[in-house]
Nanobody, 126 residues
Framework: QVQLVETGGGLVQAGGSLRLSCAAS????????MGWFRQAPGKEREFVAA????????YYGESVKGRFTISRDHAKHTVYLQMNSLKPEDTAVYYC???????????????????WGKGTLVTVSS
């Protein structure tokens, strides 16, 4: 089992920045991949970013490339999502996810993740 707790959401103006954190517990943090997804009202959950167990391979959704950065700190058992140049369309509940199965095939999909946090709301005002 893996438990995930997201923090860092809030209200920010367009063009601003936020950093989300996701603290993981329950299994050896350095053994599994992590990701971020988001879901806006009335929309499907969307892939945002993912990082492999070592931190050397990262993946981003097209809508956030160049603006968001995912990283992980093994000592703190935490994964981060640095969000810059935020836009109103980035408004959503952001979910942290963990993938404990081996490999990275499907890591950018909901079905490719094994555990989920409860989410943190990010609101970007225009």
């Amino acid at each position: 089992q893996v438990q995930l707790v997201e923090t860092g959401g809030g209200l920010v103006q367009a063009g601003g920045s936020l950093r989300l954190s996701c603290a993981a517990s329950g299994r050896t943090f350095s053994s599994y991949a992590m990701g971020w997804f988001r879901q806006a009202p009335g929309k499907e959950r969307e892939f945002v970013a993912a990082i492999d167990w070592s931190g050397t391979r990262v993946y981003y959704g097209e809508s956030v490339k160049g603006r968001f950065t995912i990283s992980r700190d093994h000592a703190k058992h935490t994964v981060y999502l640095q969000m810059n140049s935020l836009k109103p369309e980035d408004t959503a509940v952001y979910y942290c996810a963990a993938r404990v199965r081996t490999g990275v095939v499907g890591i950018t999909t909901r079905d490719g993740m094994d555990y989920w946090g409860k989410g943190t709301l990010v609101t970007v005002s225009s």
